[in-house]
């Protein structure tokens, strides 16, 4: 779908919700709705028209990269020329994306309008993936794949996990990635019980799991994926806890499919884990899209009411801690489909020993 196509539906949303405009802050929103890419820039959208506010660093770069948009070149904070491109009446603001401070002074600025919070007007237009955007995803995992593929294959090679999670950006940069859609995570012994442990200047240890959280991203768009390292002989606790991980993973991957409450499909996982006697050690939700941002909806977590969709992008991704021991978890990507989904990860996910 091309982006005047997108402005048409973000139309039809702002009659829906009877709003004579919306003020997009979300640079990632901005992105999506008129293709422009910087770091300074606010989006002004009516039922029949596109303005973007930006300063003079893009006055080239944005009329070059926009589509179907008027660019509008203000003062840095954008807010001098705030009040010419903005009509009056119901206004929207995206509520999720704006500080207190930020919204007085559209307050101030825009003082003839009703400023009106809104939440997830152009997040829902995104949840569902376009054929163009899902071959940016399936690009940026094969990158993805093929990193975590080389280091599966040299091993960590008296790496710290610092110099480890280095070099797979680097490696995934020389295969064509924009860079890593976040900050690597890699994780041994112990420190894999954090989910989100940050890498440290301290070699990979023998005979322990480690956890690899890594991701390319490609033309815009992120990939995400983990995979769990033996480096040798595991401890009984570790081989129960990844061989149970695995199950739970296979066993939503096998039910992911349109249609499914993301609560229902976190719940298979979290069953097969909670009959183990593990069910204290997964303590975050299955996964959670992927697209533009590397966290976005929709999110399978417990409480997760929203029903899945074909041409959803989402991770499945369980995982098992245990403190003072080490942890695991096992993330493939997959696109929902009407009978089941297509999992983008190649990299096998049966326990693979490397060297260290």
């Given amino acids: 779908m091309s982006i005047p196509a997108r402005q048409a539906r973000i139309g039809e949303v702002l009659r829906e919700e009877g709003l004579d405009a919306l003020v997009v802050t979300d640079l990632v929103n901005i992105r999506y709705l008129s293709g422009f890419v ?18 003079s660093r893009y006055t080239a770069a944005a009329r070059t990269m926009v589509e179907e948009t008027e660019v509008v070149i203000a003062g840095r904070d954008l807010m001098d020329r705030l009040a010419e491109v903005v009509p009056q009446g119901r206004v929207g603001i995206e509520a999720e994306h704006v500080t207190v401070a930020r919204r007085d002074r559209f307050a101030g600025r825009l003082s003839g309008a009703e400023l009106v919070p809104t939440a997830g007007l152009v997040e829902g237009l995104r949840v569902v993936k376009e054929e163009e955007e899902l071959e940016a995803i399936r690009e940026a995992t094969r990158i993805a794949d093929a990193a975590l593929s080389r280091l599966v294959e040299e091993g960590f090679a008296g790496r710290t996990e610092a110099a480890t999670a280095w070099a797979l950006e680097g490696w995934m940069r020389e295969m064509g990635a924009d860079g890593a859609s976040f900050d690597i995570i890699v994780a041994g012994g112990a420190h894999g019980a954090l989910p989100h442990a940050v890498p440290r200047a301290e070699a990979i240890p023998a005979d322990t799991l480690v956890v690899v959280d890594m991701g390319a991203r490609h033309a815009g768009y992120a990939s995400d994926c983990t995979r769990t390292l033996a480096t040798g002989t595991l401890p009984a606790a570790l081989e129960e806890a990844y061989a149970v991980c695995l199950e739970a993973q296979r066993a939503a991957l096998a039910a992911c499919r349109a249609g499914v409450l993301t609560k229902d499909l976190d719940s298979v996982a979290r069953g097969v884990i909670a009959d183990a006697g593990l069910g204290d050690h997964f303590g975050h939700g299955l996964g959670h899209g992927v697209g533009l941002d590397i966290h976005e909806r929709p999110w399978l977590r417990q409480e997760g009411g929203e029903v899945l969709q074909t041409g959803m992008v989402v991770t499945i991704e369980p995982g098992i801690y245990l403190e003072g021991v080490g942890g695991v978890r096992i993330e493939d990507l997959a696109i929902v489909t009407d009978d089941g989904c297509e999992v983008l990860t190649r990299v096998p996910t049966d326990l693979t020993t490397t060297s260290i």
């Avoid at 770091?39 to 973007?52: E, F, I, K, Q, Y």
Wanted: proline content about 6%.
């Fill in 38 to 55: 910087g770091s300074n820039g606010v989006l002004v959208v009516t039922p029949a028209s596109r303005v973007l506010l930006t300063d």
